[in-house]
Nanobody, 115 residues
C-alpha cells in the first residue's frame, strides 16, 4: 500500500514563500513520477509540477519561474518551493505519484495566500 504524506502548508502573504514536502512510502515503492496538483474551491484539480525519476520536470501554467519542484530518489520525497505567492495560489495542494502499479494521491495540504 502506497502512502503519500504532505507537510508544509499554511498561510502566507502575497509575495511570500512556502515550501511543501511529501514523503512516499510503501512496500518496494519505486516511483516513475512524483509531483503536485492543486484544487481551488469551485475549480478542477490542476497540475502544479511533476518530476520524473529521470529528472524531467513539467510545470503548470503560471507556475514555472515562481515554483520549483525537486525529488530525492533515495528518500522517495518530493518538495515544492513556492515563491512570489499570489492570492490565486490559494488551494489544497495534493502530492501525486505514478508507479508501475498505478497512481496515488496524498490527503492534501491547505495553502492560503492572504494579507
Amino acid at each position: 500500500q502506497v502512502r503519500l504524506v504532505e507537510s508544509g502548508g499554511g498561510l502566507a502573504q502575497p509575495g511570500g514563500t512556502l515550501r511543501l514536502s511529501c514523503a512516499a512510502s510503501g512496500s518496494s515503492f519505486t516511483f516513475h513520477t512524483l509531483g503536485w496538483y492543486r484544487q481551488a474551491p469551485g475549480k478542477q484539480r490542476e497540475l502544479v509540477a511533476t518530476t520524473t525519476r529521470g529528472g524531467n520536470t513539467i510545470y503548470g501554467d503560471s507556475m514555472e519561474g515562481r515554483f520549483t519542484v525537486s525529488n530525492d530518489k533515495a528518500k522517495n520525497t518530493v518538495d515544492l518551493q513556492m515563491n512570489s505567492l499570489k492570492a490565486e495560489d490559494t488551494a489544497v495542494y495534493y502530492c501525486y505519484s505514478r508507479t508501475v502499479e498505478g497512481e496515488y494521491w496524498g490527503q492534501g495540504t491547505q495553502v492560503t495566500v492572504s494579507s
